[in-house]
C-alpha cells in the first residue's frame, strides 16, 4: 500500500463512452500526476499539477480532460477515447517542489477501449 | 527533452546471483535519480535514490552508481531471489519542475 488509490482498477469502454478515473493520496502530497504505461513503451507523462494547478500538459489529446478539485483528488475524465488509448493508466503523488522525493505510485487502472 | 533509455530490455539471472541493470539518461542538468521496481500488475515502488553530488548510494541488497561524466546510472542487486522479478525502471527528476522522466524498462527474471 503505498498511499494512493486508483479506482477502478480495470475498465472497458466504448468509443463512444465517457468515464472517469479516480485517484486519492493520503500522503499529504500536494503534487500529483497521470502518466500513461503502454506496452513496451516509457511511462508517458500526461498531467502535473502543484497544488491544484496544472503546471504540465504534455501534448495530451483532448479526450483526455484532468480535474484536480483538492491536492488529495485527482480525475481523468475519458471521452471518445480510440483503441490505441488502452493502457495502464498511473496515478501518482509527490511533494511539489521536493528536491528529493520520488513519486509515490498508484496500483494503476488498466483501460481497454474497445 | 528529457530521454531516459535503458540498455537491454530483459535480463535473466541465476538466484543467487548479483544482478546489474543499466539506464543512459541525456540531461545532464538532472540532478536526482530513482530506481523504480514493477510487479506485475502494481504500480512502480520506489527502491533507492541517488542525487547527482553522490556516485554512490547503499540501500538493502541494492546499490545505485551514478557517472555523470557519461550520464549513466546502474542498479545492482546482490543475491537476487525469486521476488525481484518485475520490471525495473529508472526515473530522472526534471530540472525545470516536478516532472519525472522514466525509461523503458528492464525486465528481470530470477531462475530459481
Known amino acids: 500500500e503505498t498511499g494512493v488509490t486508483q479506482t477502478p482498477r480495470h475498465l472497458v469502454m466504448g468509443m463512444t463512452n465517457k468515464k472517469s478515473l479516480k485517484c486519492e493520496q493520503h500522503?499529504?502530497?500536494?503534487?500529483m500526476y497521470w502518466y500513461k504505461q503502454s506496452a513496451k513503451k516509457p511511462l508517458e507523462l500526461m498531467f502535473v499539477?502543484?497544488?491544484?494547478?496544472?503546471?504540465e500538459n504534455n501534448s495530451v489529446p483532448s479526450r483526455f480532460s484532468p480535474e484536480c478539485p483538492n491536492s488529495s483528488h485527482l480525475f481523468l475524465h475519458l471521452h471518445t477515447l480510440q483503441p490505441e488509448d488502452s493502457a495502464l493508466y498511473l496515478c501518482?503523488?509527490?511533494?511539489?517542489?521536493?528536491?528529493?522525493?520520488?513519486?509515490?505510485f498508484g496500483q494503476g487502472t488498466r483501460l481497454t477501449v474497445v | 527533452g528529457e530521454s531516459v533509455g535503458l540498455h537491454l530490455p530483459t535480463l535473466s539471472v541465476q538466484e543467487g546471483d548479483n544482478s546489474i541493470i543499466n539506464c543512459a539518461y541525456s540531461?545532464?542538468?538532472?540532478?536526482?535519480f530513482i530506481w523504480y521496481k514493477q510487479e506485475s500488475g502494481k504500480g512502480p515502488q520506489f527502491i533507492i535514490d541517488?542525487?547527482?553530488?553522490?556516485d554512490k548510494r547503499q540501500g538493502q541488497r541494492v546499490t545505485v552508481l551514478l557517472n555523470k561524466t557519461v550520464k549513466h546510472l546502474s542498479l545492482q542487486i546482490a543475491a537476487t531471489q525469486p521476488g525481484d522479478s518485475a520490471v525495473y525502471f529508472c526515473?530522472?527528476?526534471?530540472?525545470?519542475?516536478?516532472?519525472?522522466?522514466f525509461g523503458t524498462g528492464t525486465s528481470l527474471t530470477v531462475i530459481p
Open positions: 501518482a503523488s509527490s511533494v511539489a517542489g521536493g528536491v528529493n522525493t520520488e513519486a509515490f
Open positions: 500522503l499529504g502530497h500536494n503534487a
Open positions: 499539477y502543484n497544488f491544484k494547478e496544472q503546471t
Open positions: 540531461n545532464s542538468a538532472s540532478d536526482y
Open positions: 541517488i542525487r547527482s553530488n553522490m
Open positions: 526515473a530522472e527528476k526534471g530540472n525545470t519542475g516536478n516532472q519525472f522522466y
